[in-house]
């Protein structure tokens, strides 16, 4: 049973081996659905030089913004990226780089990382300067671009529930990018709301079959919400 | 006169079909949900991974894991489903979604946008707009036909960093219901007072008018 | 609502507009998940020079094997095609062309032509029959082929519940290459088990989202076993 | 004395290891799984889309939705993941199995592998065979040293049209234990009684035998 109890129990055993210079593939939207504390145990260990994928880099104070406060990323590579300061103003000075990928090509990436797809061909971004210095081609009169897999030396998600085996169930809308980020990591690592029996998950409604995760943690989460808003009725 | 933003949308609006699945970018084209024209039902697709996006939420069914493509909450309506980023622009891209509504900075006679990146100020990122123009059957650009120092936005060429080649096919501003076809930009209808001449003043690119060019109607 | 209600009653109906010639794809492992009643519908319909993609080709007298009685089938993709004598009669004969594809580069063809990718890179049949007169490339030391997408004039698949929104959900591993051959179709048609209220499944849990679905019939199915095999307890 | 097919599959099960993600073809590796070693646990994949396979189903079980890749009637385990094909490919593709074992018709010292096709006879189909050879971590073949002619199935090069290329990294057969390494099959372990001498002769491709070669031990 030990090879498949994924469950580690501190943030620190989460986040073992992670080194200077690494690429970690990071889940969510915006702000939703991040693992906060997996970001948050990356600060605290201080690594450097780490190139993050993730659709965003956070806001200032949050989510993946809080690595930028101590220069932690060397490189970014995101579909956008407007929603702090402090990333602008690294940019503009240089200390940090940017590969600005469109978002359907980000997820795809991720996901052909995963599946042993070394590059696709697509539409997205032909004739824009996401398609410059890439090989393109014309198939069946419309015109593509090849865009390469993406895969990291980590992935760190957040899922709703999980069981030990790190079957994995996302909730609402923080599905998002986590599924695909999961299976383009080397470790993935997952924080997860709740831990449940295996068995508890009907399996056909896994969203994330086990076999992509290394390690699993409970995390508590703020869900800090980017843009409230409501109806009154 | 110059349509308000909501006439603008009111107009957009008129583009729905029934039975259309369509993704609304941010701003003007978000408030064409509103004027959902009646005896038709179209289900709205948020490219972070929802289909069937309903209305904000109450307080009560505030929810930070129910989100849109603008960060904002929102709620699912009853049929709706949930799914990953790689499934949602599996739609888009494979041409599943039927019109995407978007904003744009320019448009040029040959279909061109540009509408996410100027050179010089911050480069925030392109989203999922690049595979939204990509992938959609249908592509109406909504924005005010010029800018606010009196430049044509509809050009000959765009000028700022491209979105998209050759996708543009409507476009409402505040002047004008326009098609691009042929290389030209074809002037279908015109907002209520509003002169051909000005239309014409104001686009920079190739202007086609064949015959009676109407007025745009708001019933 | 009228846009919306994709449920037909008749089987006539379900497969309106099916014509000599055009491409099927169906999905279904075996005689797991197959639709039978559409299948049963194209036999009754007499269509013929039909191209079928579907990972098996059904047995004698049952599945899609029964499109073979009248010569339906002019062109058979699939990955596995040893269940049926009359296939090899009409293999044999010149009747019958066949383009064998791995079973993961089909999956993956499938979800390609309905996701936009027109083409991708896999390592699968490098150096093999399968390979030849294709791309290949070298990529970081490894070789890969090229393969295309396929899409089909028509879908045709089975579920296990659906919504008047043609949102579908799969039973055990009755989902196999249905949720790909979804995608795949210009018309998608899905024989369902169970029509449900919209509301009732799930959303995070819809495995194939209404999008991709054009037809919903509900069918009634004699779910034959391939090979029943049963332990002592 | 040449090995039984049980005591193949009995050798094999010895190359598992706790925590292992495994794909069994179909025959001999099928009867792998009734010979994990106590303490440890592996995972079995089934490539019609199912991670966490269990033993076939009792009567009240049997449910002809639930098959394995072998179109058998099966059960799931406690925490298993059912999924469509495209994500099981995903998972073998991507090189998230840890093992596979499979039969083959021939195997030469290059790690190639022919196991799906002899041309003259009718040609079945690959399966999820390339896929499988093309993306797990190891590949272990299970298959007689020699055909019923006496003919050796491990060649200097493979006669038959392939299924992958360089990607088998053991093979254990009626008679031995092999490692395919640098271009050569290098003998590990011999079964009981059998002598290197006819582990050679049985042998068309180069074998290196380095050393004392030990007996397979089963405990």
């Known amino acids: 049973m030990a090879g498949f109890n994924k469950v580690v129990h501190s943030y620190e055993d989460a986040m ?10 990071a889940g969510g939207f915006g702000l939703c659905g991040i693992p906060e504390g997996l970001i948050a145990q990356i600060k605290k260990m201080g690594t450097t030089d780490l190139t993050v994928v993730s659709n965003n880099c956070g806001v200032d104070g949050f989510g993946l913004g809080i690595l930028l406060e101590d220069r932690q990323i060397k490189k970014m590579v995101a ?6 300061a402090l990333f602008e103003k690294q940019l503009l000075s240089g200390e940090l780089e940017v590969e600005l990928t469109p978002q359907g090509t980000l997820a795809e990436k ?3 990382g995963g599946a042993g797809i070394p590059a696709f061909f697509t ?13 393109t081609r014309e198939i069946n009169g419309r015109h593509y671009v090849l865009e390469p897999a993406i895969t990291g030396d980590f992935a760190i998600i957040r899922a709703w529930k999980a069981d030990r085996y790190g079957n994995l169930v996302f909730r609402h809308t923080s599905m998002n990018f986590n599924p695909m980020a999961a299976t383009a990591g080397k470790i993935t690592v997952v924080e997860v709301e709740e831990i449940v029996e295996p068995g508890e998950l009907e399996p056909s409604q896994i969203h994330t079959p ?3 995760v290394q390690r699993v943690i409970k995390g508590n989460f703020e869900k800090r919400i980017e843009r409230r808003m409501v109806r009154q009725d | 006169m110059a349509l308000s933003r909501e006439q603008v949308a ?3 609006a008129q583009e729905l079909q029934d039975g259309y699945y369509v993704n609304l970018g941010i701003g003007i084209p978000t408030l064409v949900a509103n004027y959902v024209p009646a005896g038709i039902e179209v289900m709205l697709q948020s490219e972070n991974g929802l289909l069937g996006m309903g209305p904000y939420p109450t307080d009560a069914e505030l929810d930070a ?3 849109n493509a603008g960060k904002e909450t929102v709620t699912a309506i009853k049929g709706a489903a949930i799914f990953s980023s790689a499934e949602s622009f599996a739609m888009i891209r494979g041409g599943h979604v039927d019109l995407t509504v978007l904003g744009a900075f320019e448009v040029d006679q040959n279909g061109n946008i540009a509408s996410w990146m100027i050179p010089g100020k911050l480069i925030k990122g392109m989203g999922g707009a690049m595979d939204l123009v990509a992938g959609a059957q249908n592509i109406v650009v909504t924005m005010t036909h010029a800018d606010k120092y009196g430049n044509s936005k509809l050009l000959n060429d765009c000028t700022l960093p491209l979105t998209g080649v050759g996708c543009v096919k409507k476009i409402v501003t505040d002047l004008a219901v326009l098609e691009v076809r042929n290389g030209a930009f074809h002037l279908l209808e015109r907002a209520p007072g509003i002169s051909i001449e000005e239309i014409q003043q104001k686009t920079a690119g190739k202007l086609v ?11």
């Open chain 1, 79 to 84: 579909s956008y990226v407007g929603e702090n």
């Open chain 2, 10 to 12: 009111m107009r957009v």
């Open chain 1, 123 to 135: 539409a997205t971004g032909y004739g824009t300067p996401v398609a410059e210095g890439k090989e």
């Open chain 1, 110 to 112: 991720m996901r052909a």
């Open chain 2, 209 to 219: 008018v064949d015959g009676d060019i109407p007025e745009m109607a708001f019933s």
């Open chain 1, 16 to 25: 073992a081996g992670l080194q200077d210079g690494m690429t970690v593939i």
């Open chain 1, 210 to 212: 086990g076999i992509y």
């Open chain 2, 65 to 67: 894991d129910m989100i």
